[in-house]
């Protein structure tokens, strides 16, 4: 490895003869190449950094990026191979081989590609000073990056990132003050969207989620009698309760759609002498489908709030699975809290503690149903995790 780094040296030492610059470059670039050979990955990428700042050079670029690689530093490293194949004009089999680390490193970090409204430079992780616009690699997980304008002022945005994710960021600069006067618009025009605006539009998109988990149902029976009497029973017993719902985010806090609430029921304990086919129930089946509404404390995650209303049927069986009553209907409400994290970009996971209460019935019985559940809930959100 030592005499391909030293190979590299006599058309760096056969230019040197124009300047300084040039001495100086073949200086630490042989420096870079014994720190190399020692050893000291970090000490030789350092060096040969120097010898490219002094004379650009895809050959110091090609050997800093595999000294970073070997000192653990896989985002600077990325960059210098990025930059020694954009420049070219080197040995080919070293070509062929910064292509192949290239695409290995960048599995390992989130390659961002920065642009910005006005002339600035950009500062992130190992990289001070970038002209915008630019393409840089940073390992994945919170990312800070700060935009110096040319202009005057900076501007500061944080990121979530992801493994092998290639992210385009485009930031604004500030705008200069204005005289209060000058800040109505005219008659007949309209002031172009706030920042906020484009963000709620970028934060719609539609979701899946699935739901499951167990609970318990109250069930308050009531029969008409002739004469105008009335007998009553209950029914108590265990539930799992699952949900199916399609919906749509309108802006970081709110989301709508439509969902299914299924609840199984298994051998309630039930109470009614004046009906013997009720005591008989072994299963049951209530189903609840209807609008939902969904308020989040923070941009689609955390802690949230869901609503829904809706219809409600209601069917009962006996243990060996023949009808009781399979004609029970009426509406229902749903009302839950719960809280979500994400798991990736597009997944996120949760739990819920969910309350409904149904009013139905049928010819021979009216239902004052009781649900409450604690669920577990998984969901695809097309919009992405908020950056």
């Given at each position: 490895?030592?005499?391909?780094?030293?190979?590299?040296?006599?058309?760096?030492?056969?230019?040197?003869?124009?300047?300084?610059?040039?001495?100086?470059?073949?200086?630490?670039?042989?420096?870079?190449?014994?720190?190399?050979?020692?050893?000291?990955?970090?000490?030789?990428?350092?060096?040969?950094?120097?010898?490219?700042?002094?004379?650009?050079?895809?050959?110091?670029?090609?050997?800093?990026?595999?000294?970073?690689?070997?000192?653990?530093?896989?985002?600077?490293?990325?960059?210098?191979?990025?930059?020694?194949?954009?420049?070219?004009?080197?040995?080919?089999?070293?070509?062929?081989?910064?292509?192949?680390?290239?695409?290995a490193l960048r599995r390992l970090v989130t390659q961002l590609d920065v642009s910005g409204s006005a002339d600035g430079t950009l500062s992130v992780a190992h990289v001070t000073g970038a002209a915008l616009p630019v393409t840089v690699h940073v390992?994945?997980?919170?990312?800070?990056?700060?935009?110096?304008?040319?202009?005057?002022?900076?501007?500061?945005?944080?990121?979530?990132t992801e493994k092998g994710e290639r992210v385009a960021v485009f930031v604004e600069a500030p705008r200069p003050e204005r005289p209060d006067s000058q800040r109505v618009p005219a008659a007949g025009t309209q002031e172009p969207p706030s920042a906020?605006?484009?963000?709620?539009?970028?934060?719609?998109?539609?979701?899946?989620?699935?739901?499951?988990?167990?609970?318990?149902?109250?069930?308050?029976?009531?029969?008409?009698?002739?004469?105008?009497?009335?007998?009553?029973?209950?029914?108590?017993?265990?539930?799992?309760?699952?949900?199916?719902?399609?919906?749509?985010?309108?802006?970081?806090?709110?989301?709508?759609?439509?969902?299914?609430?299924?609840?199984?029921?298994?051998?309630?304990?039930?109470?009614?002498?004046?009906?013997?086919?009720?005591?008989?129930?072994?299963?049951?089946?209530?189903?609840?489908?209807?609008?939902?509404?969904?308020?989040?404390?923070?941009?689609?995650?955390?802690?949230?709030?869901?609503?829904?209303?809706?219809?409600?049927?209601?069917?009962?069986?006996?243990?060996?699975?023949?009808?009781?009553?399979?004609?029970?209907?009426?509406?229902?409400?749903?009302?839950?809290?719960?809280?979500?994290?994400?798991?990736?970009?597009?997944?996120?996971?949760?739990?819920?503690?969910?309350?409904?209460?149904?009013?139905?019935?049928?010819?021979?019985?009216?239902?004052?149903?009781?649900?409450?559940?604690?669920?577990?809930?998984?969901?695809?959100?097309?919009?992405?995790?908020?950056?």
């Amino acid at each position: 490895m030592v005499l391909a780094l030293l190979s590299l040296l006599p058309a760096l030492s056969h230019a040197a003869d124009p300047g300084a610059a040039e001495n100086k470059a073949a200086s630490l670039f042989k420096a870079g190449a014994e720190a190399h050979r020692k050893g000291d990955y970090l000490g030789a990428a350092r060096f040969f950094d120097a010898a490219h700042a002094q004379v650009p050079s895809a050959a110091a670029l090609y050997n800093a990026g595999r000294a970073w690689q070997k000192a653990g530093q896989p985002a600077p490293a990325a960059d210098r191979f990025r930059e020694a194949l954009k420049r070219g004009n080197f040995d080919p089999a070293q070509m062929e081989d910064a292509k192949r680390r290239l695409a290995a490193l960048r599995r390992l970090v989130t390659q961002l590609d920065v642009s910005g409204s006005a002339d600035g430079t950009l500062s992130v992780a190992h990289v001070t000073g970038a002209a915008l616009p630019v393409t840089v690699h940073v390992p994945a997980g919170e990312v800070h990056l700060y935009v110096t304008w040319l202009a005057g002022g900076t501007s500061a945005r944080t990121l979530r990132t992801e493994k092998g994710e290639r992210v385009a960021v485009f930031v604004e600069a500030p705008r200069p003050e204005r005289p209060d006067s000058q800040r109505v618009p005219a008659a007949g025009t309209q002031e172009p969207p706030s920042a906020a605006n484009k963000s709620s539009a970028s934060n719609l998109g539609f979701f899946f989620r699935f739901a499951l988990g167990p609970g318990l149902l109250w069930d308050s029976l009531e029969q008409s009698l002739s004469g105008g009497f009335k007998a009553e029973g209950s029914a108590v017993g265990g539930i799992l309760e699952n949900e199916l719902a399609i919906g749509m985010t309108v802006n970081q806090s709110l989301a709508f759609g439509l969902a299914a609430s299924t609840a199984f029921i298994s051998e309630p304990e039930v109470e009614f002498p004046s009906d013997p086919d009720l005591d008989r129930i072994g299963t049951g089946v209530l189903v609840l489908t209807g609008p939902f509404v969904i308020w989040y404390v923070r941009q689609n995650v955390g802690w949230h709030v869901q609503g829904m209303l809706g219809g409600a049927a209601l069917h009962l069986s006996d243990a060996e699975g023949s009808p009781i009553d399979n004609r029970i209907l009426g509406s229902g409400l749903l009302a839950g809290v719960g809280y979500d994290w994400w798991l990736s970009k597009h997944w996120r996971s949760g739990v819920m503690l969910r309350a409904t209460a149904a009013a139905l019935e049928s010819e021979r019985t009216q239902h004052s149903v009781f649900l409450l559940s604690l669920q577990g809930s998984l969901t695809w959100d097309g919009t992405g995790r908020p950056r």
